[in-house]
C-alpha cells in the first residue's frame, strides 16, 4: 500500500518505587481500604516522593525504557511529545527537556495538555504528523506527577490519583496497520468541575492563593463521574459505528483508568467481555496522562499483529474522545 498510517512500534513505561496503599491512606485521612475500592477500584498507587525530581524525571525514564527494550537510537527520533498536566515550570516545555536527557538531539519537542485526555489527543497529534510524510519517528510520552497537585488532606482527591510514566514510539507503516480514527470532543461545561483555581493567568499565585489552599486540584467527583461516563460511552460506540465494527470485531478496549465504574460503563454499552477490558487501576490508581501508555505497557504482551484496539479517555476541562487503532506488530 501507498498510503501512510501511523502505527505503535514500541512501548515503554516507568513507575516510582514507592506504593502509596489504601491501608497507609487510612492512616492520614478519614477513608477505608473497602469503600476506596468499592467505589473506585484502586487498591494502591505508586509516589514519586523524590523532591527534587519532576514529571521530566518519569518522562525520561519510561522514554529511556521503551528506547533500551526497542534498541532505538534516539538521534533518529525526529520529534517528542510529552503530553501532561503537571509540566516541570511554566514556560520551559517539559518536553525539551526530557529530549535533552534521552538524547534525541535532532527532535524537536513540547508539551500537551488535555488533562487526562492529553494522551489520547497526542495519538491524534503524532499519528498526523507522521502522515504528513515529513516525519519518521516521533516519541509521544504521556506523565504526571500528580501527587505533586494532591491535597492529602483531601480525602476526595488523595484517594484517586498516582504518578507514573508512558511511552509509544509512532512510525509510518504501509500495511494499513496503526491510526484508523478519531473522535474527539470538548466542551467548557467542565471547566468548573474540575481544575486548579490558582497557578494561572486568571489567579496568579499569590500569598492568599497558598493559603487558601488553591494550588491542588478541586474535583467535583459526582459531576465528573456521570459526565464521564457518559462521554466515554457514547464517543466509544460512536467509533464503533464510524467503522463498521461490532463488539465481536473490538479485541481490546483501552480505557482511560479513572475509575473502574467508568470502566466498566463503557465496556457494558459497547457489549464487551470483560477479557477484552484492559484493567490496571488497582495498581497505579488514576496517573492522568499516563494511563493508556502503562496499559499498553503492561500488556503488551497479550497483543498480536492486526488487533483492533479501541481507546477511550475523558478528563477535565471537559475533554473526551476515541480512537480505533490498528496493532503493528507481534511481541517478540
Given at each position: 500500500?501507498?498510503?501512510?498510517?501511523?502505527?505503535?512500534?514500541?512501548?515503554?513505561?516507568?513507575?516510582?518505587?514507592?506504593?502509596?496503599?489504601?491501608?497507609?491512606?487510612?492512616?492520614?485521612?478519614?477513608?477505608?481500604?473497602?469503600?476506596?475500592?468499592?467505589?473506585?477500584?484502586?487498591?494502591?498507587?505508586?509516589?514519586?516522593?523524590?523532591?527534587?525530581?519532576?514529571?521530566?524525571?518519569?518522562?525520561?525514564?519510561?522514554?529511556?525504557?521503551?528506547?533500551?527494550?526497542?534498541?532505538?537510537?534516539?538521534?533518529?527520533?525526529?520529534?517528542?511529545?510529552?503530553?501532561?498536566?503537571?509540566?516541570?515550570?511554566?514556560?520551559?516545555?517539559?518536553?525539551?527537556?526530557?529530549?535533552?536527557?534521552?538524547?534525541?538531539?535532532?527532535?524537536?519537542?513540547?508539551?500537551?495538555?488535555?488533562?487526562?485526555?492529553?494522551?489520547?489527543?497526542?495519538?491524534?497529534?503524532?499519528?498526523?504528523?507522521?502522515?504528513?510524510?515529513?516525519?519518521?519517528?516521533?516519541?509521544?510520552?504521556g506523565a504526571d506527577k500528580m501527587s505533586s497537585i494532591i491535597d492529602y488532606t483531601d480525602r476526595a482527591t488523595c484517594i484517586i490519583f498516582g504518578d507514573g510514566g508512558g511511552a509509544v514510539l509512532f512510525e509510518p507503516n504501509h500495511?494499513?496497520?496503526?491510526?484508523?480514527?478519531?473522535?474527539?470532543r470538548s466542551d467548557a461545561v467542565g471547566r468548573q468541575f474540575l481544575k486548579i483555581d490558582a497557578g494561572g493567568s486568571l489567579l496568579p499565585a499569590s500569598m492568599e492563593?497558598?493559603?487558601?489552599?488553591?494550588?491542588?486540584?478541586?474535583?467535583?467527583?459526582?459531576?465528573?463521574?456521570?459526565?464521564?461516563?457518559?462521554?466515554?460511552?457514547?464517543?466509544?460506540?460512536?467509533?464503533?459505528?464510524?467503522?463498521?465494527?461490532?463488539?465481536?470485531?473490538?479485541?481490546?478496549?483501552?480505557?482511560?483508568?479513572?475509575?473502574?465504574?467508568?470502566?466498566?460503563?463503557?465496556?457494558?454499552?459497547?457489549?464487551?467481555?470483560?477479557?477484552?477490558?484492559?484493567?490496571?487501576?488497582?495498581?497505579?490508581?488514576?496517573?492522568?496522562?499516563?494511563?493508556?501508555?502503562?496499559?499498553?505497557?503492561?500488556?503488551?504482551?497479550?497483543?498480536?499483529?492486526?488487533?483492533?484496539?479501541?481507546?477511550?479517555?475523558?478528563?477535565?476541562?471537559?475533554?473526551?474522545?476515541?480512537?480505533?487503532?490498528?496493532?503493528?506488530?507481534?511481541?517478540?
Amino acid at each position: 500500500m501507498n498510503t501512510i498510517t501511523a502505527a505503535i512500534t514500541a512501548v515503554g513505561s516507568y513507575v516510582p518505587d514507592f506504593v502509596l496503599s489504601n491501608k497507609l491512606l487510612e492512616t492520614m485521612v478519614d477513608t477505608n481500604d473497602e469503600w476506596i475500592t468499592t467505589r473506585t477500584g484502586i487498591k494502591e498507587r505508586r509516589i514519586l516522593k523524590d523532591t527534587d525530581k519532576g514529571t521530566s524525571y518519569l518522562a525520561t525514564q519510561a522514554a529511556n525504557d521503551l528506547i533500551s527494550k526497542n534498541n532505538i537510537n534516539p538521534v533518529e527520533i525526529d520529534m517528542v511529545i510529552v503530553a501532561t498536566t503537571t509540566p516541570d515550570m511554566p514556560v520551559a516545555a517539559t518536553a525539551v527537556q526530557v529530549a535533552t536527557n534521552i538524547g534525541a538531539t535532532n527532535a524537536f519537542a513540547y508539551d500537551l495538555q488535555a488533562a487526562c485526555s492529553s494522551f489520547l489527543y497526542g495519538m491524534s497529534t503524532a499519528s498526523a504528523y507522521i502522515q504528513s510524510g515529513k516525519y519518521k519517528k516521533i516519541l509521544l510520552i504521556g506523565a504526571d506527577k500528580m501527587s505533586s497537585i494532591i491535597d492529602y488532606t483531601d480525602r476526595a482527591t488523595c484517594i484517586i490519583f498516582g504518578d507514573g510514566g508512558g511511552a509509544v514510539l509512532f512510525e509510518p507503516n504501509h500495511e494499513g496497520l496503526g491510526m484508523q480514527d478519531e473522535f474527539l470532543r470538548s466542551d467548557a461545561v467542565g471547566r468548573q468541575f474540575l481544575k486548579i483555581d490558582a497557578g494561572g493567568s486568571l489567579l496568579p499565585a499569590s500569598m492568599e492563593t497558598v493559603e487558601k489552599r488553591q494550588h491542588y486540584v478541586f474535583q467535583d467527583g459526582k459531576t465528573v463521574f456521570k459526565y464521564a461516563v457518559t462521554g466515554m460511552a457514547d464517543v466509544s460506540m460512536k467509533i464503533l459505528e464510524r467503522n463498521n465494527l461490532t463488539n465481536q470485531d473490538v479485541d481490546w478496549l483501552i480505557a482511560h483508568q479513572a475509575n473502574r465504574r467508568i470502566i466498566d460503563a463503557t465496556a457494558s454499552r459497547m457489549a464487551l467481555d470483560e477479557t477484552k477490558v484492559l484493567v490496571n487501576i488497582e495498581k497505579y490508581g488514576n496517573t492522568t496522562s499516563a494511563t493508556l501508555p502503562l496499559l499498553l505497557s503492561d500488556f503488551e504482551h497479550k497483543f498480536k499483529k492486526g488487533d483492533n484496539l479501541v481507546f477511550a479517555a475523558f478528563g477535565g476541562g471537559f475533554t473526551w474522545g476515541a480512537i480505533y487503532l490498528k496493532w503493528a506488530y507481534d511481541k517478540k
